[in-house]
Structures are given as structure tokens and as C-alpha cells.
């Protein structure tokens, strides 16, 4: 089994700030790697998927970097509707997936 | 677009059967694509549960493979999630999603969730 951690677990900041989030995974994931963002009582948004690659829709400031273990999400400078939760999701055993367990990004 | 609304009861009792279904509007299931389902305890991260190929391959996490049945209604365009013997710890919202999935003789891609639904919230309780 893939465990994925992300820290850190909260992260606090404020709007025009950049924001490093970290997910590492206990082996390889290659690249195959995704991020979301979830807000409080809505479902999850998927933001980058296989590492860095932008979903349709979403801002620039978003970025994915990483291959391997290491993968980081980065907002190069918070906006008010970035203060939410991130996870990461690996595919690296297809079809079998799993999760990190979150970062908080919230307003310092 | 494609839209996805999950639905079924809000509350089980413990030892029963949870049962939810997707209906899934502007795309037939049928067509293509995996789809999937996730759950998330109040308060906590998020699961993955399980998925299938529109052909009908069906693909559980290990943790609840022996209580997981996941099929398809091509007729009605929805796809269901049985959990049987639930307990506490199976309170949760209940998402489900498209699952983008390709590979060629190089690579593979996607194998995220772009398209979720709203979530439903399921009680186990007496």
C-alpha cells in the first residue's frame, strides 16, 4: 500500500502570500500524482493531475512539481478563495488509489 | 456538461447495508471513462472506495473489498455502491466522480477525479 503524507498540516497565511505544500509518498508514484482543492461543505476540485499538469479550468498561480516521492503544490500568491484544504492522490498501482491526508491553507 | 448527484437513505443502522446510487447527466456511462467512489468522515480525509470501467471491470480498496459491491444501471444511466455491514466508523459523506483514465504504448494519464457530485451524508446509527 502507498501511504501519501502532506504537511504540513496547517499552514497559516496571508492573501498575496505564496503557499508551499508538500506531499510525499512512502515509494515511487513516478509522476502520477493529483491535487485538490476542497472547501468547507463542498466536494473536492481537482486542480493538477499526473504531477503538474493544470486541470481545464484552473488558474496559473496553481503549480504541481515532483516525480518520485517528492511532490510539492504551490500558489504563487494567494487570492481570499485559496483558504481551503488540499489533498493529494496517487495512481501509481492503477487501478488501486489513495489519498493524503490534507493541508489547511488558512488566512494568517 | 456532465453532472453527477448521488442519493439514497441518511441514515442506516448498524450491521445493515448502505445503498446509494449516481445519476450521472450529459454522458452515458456506457460510453466510456472509470468512474468511482469516495467517501470522507466528518472531519477527516478523504477515501477512495472503488471504481469500474464502463465495460464493467469493477476495482475495491483492499480495506473494504469484502463489504464493497459496485454496478452499473446502463438503462437508467446511474451507478450504485453497496457497503454491507456497516458500522460507526462508515458515517461519512459519500461522493461519487468520473475517473479520466488513458494510456498508449508510452505512458498512462489521468487516473484523477475531475467531475464529483455534491456528496451525500450517511449516518450509521441506532
Known amino acids: 500500500e502507498i501511504v501519501l503524507t502532506q504537511s504540513p498540516a496547517t499552514l497559516s497565511l496571508s492573501p498575496g502570500e505564496r503557499a508551499t505544500l508538500s506531499c510525499r509518498a512512502s515509494q515511487s508514484v513516478s509522476s502520477y500524482l493529483a491535487w485538490y482543492q476542497q472547501k468547507p461543505g463542498q466536494a473536492p476540485r481537482l486542480l493538477i493531475y499526473?504531477?503538474?499538469s493544470r486541470a481545464t479550468g484552473i488558474p496559473v498561480r496553481f503549480s504541481g512539481s515532483g516525480s518520485g516521492t517528492d511532490f510539492t503544490l504551490t500558489i504563487s500568491s494567494l487570492v481570499p478563495e485559496d483558504f481551503a484544504v488540499y489533498y493529494c492522490?496517487?495512481?501509481?498501482?492503477?487501478?488501486?488509489?489513495?489519498f493524503g491526508g490534507g493541508t489547511k491553507v488558512e488566512i494568517k | 456538461q456532465v453532472q453527477l448527484q448521488e442519493s439514497g437513505p441518511g441514515l442506516v443502522k448498524p450491521s445493515e447495508t448502505l445503498s446509494l446510487t449516481c445519476a450521472v447527466s450529459?454522458?452515458?456511462?456506457?460510453?466510456?471513462?472509470?468512474w468511482g467512489w469516495i467517501r470522507q468522515p466528518p472531519g477527516k480525509g478523504l477515501e477512495w472506495i472503488g471504481s469500474f470501467f464502463h465495460s464493467g471491470n469493477t476495482y475495491y480498496n483492499p480495506s473494504l473489498k469484502s463489504r464493497v459491491t459496485i454496478s452499473v444501471d446502463t438503462s437508467r444511466n446511474h451507478f450504485s455502491l453497496k457497503l454491507s455491514s456497516v458500522t460507526a466508523a462508515d458515517t461519512a459523506v459519500y461522493y461519487c466522480a468520473r475517473l479520466p483514465y488513458y494510456y498508449d504504448d508510452t505512458d498512462s494519464y489521468g487516473g484523477a477525479f475531475d467531475i464529483w457530485g455534491q456528496g451525500t451524508m450517511v449516518t450509521v446509527s441506532s
Open positions: 492522490q496517487q495512481r501509481s498501482n492503477w487501478p488501486l488509489l489513495s
Open positions: 499526473d504531477a503538474s
Open positions: 450529459g454522458y452515458s456511462v456506457s460510453s466510456g471513462y472509470y
